[in-house]
């Protein structure tokens, strides 16, 4: 390949999926690969700090995606492009099959004969981070432009400035918590949030901590029956969200995209697990605290201790 290789990079369609992809990300434009972004639309400004070449966006309909990525290629006389895909879904291989360019891919899912380098999974147990990395460093090694051969400890999203609480209307010297009491979706069928937010929301204010929460216009009303008694700010775009979890003191989510952009930005934070495996899908961070575990949700007590904790050393 030329000293500068031109990369169609396929993201995960889900904003954690995203921010755990980020080491992959910062691993090709460090070697200096033309990385040209193909995701879903609100991951534009949610990357707007990278030196992406460009931003092909994918609308989730096969036709239509593989005739962008094809006119942008055409159009921008990328003939010598690959492609790598790191959603393991057929749709995705089959994208870049029509769009004429050569990807690699895991090959689940009898994806083999739709991509150019189909790469076993790792037999070790990896994290999601580092199974989207080995993924990445494999293909580099096919394109004979390698990446670093692990990814970094903890992720960093770029372009998100430091801003005083004040901004968003919260009072700096008191003790600011971000809860995020929803998560779309079931994991094999079950709830995914934690059934306690209102009772720590109560307990917190008790202890004049100023306990917020900012849901998407789609989850305010799973948001208000799971913390009524929380302050709610009007929904933000995703960058400034991402600065509003970087100001407060903690975030306190489920294991959900909230947990992953949080730990992109370096927030304080408590993930809470009862129906996800932390040792997979937890937060590459560390700044967070995983508490509970599978099949064993965390109790109101264990949550509202390093939050007590830590009050008393900011006074």
């Known amino acids: 390949?030329?000293?500068?290789?031109?990369?169609?990079?396929?993201?995960?369609?889900?904003?954690?999926?995203?921010?755990?992809?980020?080491?992959?990300?910062?691993?090709?434009?460090?070697?200096?690969?033309?990385?040209?972004?193909?995701?879903r639309p609100w991951a534009k400004p949610l990357l707007s700090g990278y030196a992406l070449t460009d931003f092909v966006p994918m609308t989730g309909k096969l036709?239509?995606?593989?005739?962008?990525?094809?006119?942008?290629?055409?159009?921008?006389?990328?003939?010598?492009?690959?492609?790598?895909?790191l959603p393991d879904s057929l749709s995705s291989a089959l994208i870049f099959k029509w769009a004429g360019v050569p990807c690699a891919g895991?090959?689940?899912?009898?994806?083999?004969w739709l991509l150019t380098w189909p790469i076993a999974k790792s037999?070790?147990?990896?994290?999601?981070?580092?199974?989207?990395?080995?993924?990445?460093?494999?293909?580099?090694?096919?394109?004979q432009h390698s990446i670093a051969p692990t990814p970094i400890k903890s992720l960093h999203l770029a372009?998100?400035?430091?801003?005083?609480?004040?901004k968003f209307g919260l009072d700096p010297t008191q003790m600011n918590v971000l809860i995020a009491p929803?998560?779309?979706?079931?994991?094999?069928?079950?709830?995914?949030?934690?059934?306690h937010f209102e009772e720590l929301t109560q307990q917190l204010q008790a202890h004049s901590v100023n306990v917020i929460m900012c849901p998407?216009?789609?989850?305010?009303?799973?948001?208000?029956?799971?913390?009524?008694?929380?302050?709610?700010?009007?929904?933000?775009?995703?960058?400034?969200?991402?600065?509003?979890?970087?100001?407060?003191?903690?975030?306190?989510?489920?294991?959900?995209?909230?947990?992953?952009?949080?730990a992109a930005v370096g927030s304080s934070q408590l993930t809470l697990i009862g129906v996800t495996d932390p040792a997979h899908t937890g937060p590459w961070s560390d700044q967070a605290t995983c508490l509970g575990s599978?099949?064993?949700?965390?109790?109101?007590?264990?949550?509202?201790?390093?939050?007590?904790?830590s009050m008393t050393l900011k006074k």
């Open 182 to 195: 929803t998560a779309i979706g079931l994991h094999k069928g079950r709830i995914k949030v934690w059934p």
């Open 1 to 39: 390949m030329s000293s500068s290789p031109i990369l169609y990079l396929r993201l995960p369609n889900w904003l954690g999926d995203v921010c755990m992809t980020l080491p992959v990300l910062e691993a090709f434009l460090a070697r200096n690969y033309q990385v040209i972004v193909c995701a």
């Open 216 to 262: 998407p216009p789609n989850e305010i009303d799973q948001a208000l029956q799971n913390a009524p008694s929380a302050m709610r700010l009007e929904p933000l775009p995703l960058l400034e969200f991402a600065q509003l979890c970087k100001s407060v003191d903690w975030v306190v989510c489920n294991d959900s995209g909230v947990s992953h952009l949080a």
């Open 294 to 309: 599978l099949n064993h949700w965390p109790t109101v007590q264990t949550v509202l201790t390093p939050l007590i904790e």
């Open 63 to 85: 036709k239509t995606d593989a005739s962008a990525l094809r006119h942008h290629k055409k159009d921008h006389g990328h003939g010598e492009a690959v492609g790598l895909s």
């Open 106 to 112: 895991y090959k689940d899912d009898g994806r083999s």
């Open 159 to 166: 372009g998100v400035p430091s801003a005083n609480p004040a």
């Open 123 to 143: 037999t070790a147990r990896l994290h999601a981070v580092e199974s989207w990395y080995y993924l990445a460093h494999r293909a580099a090694e096919y394109w």
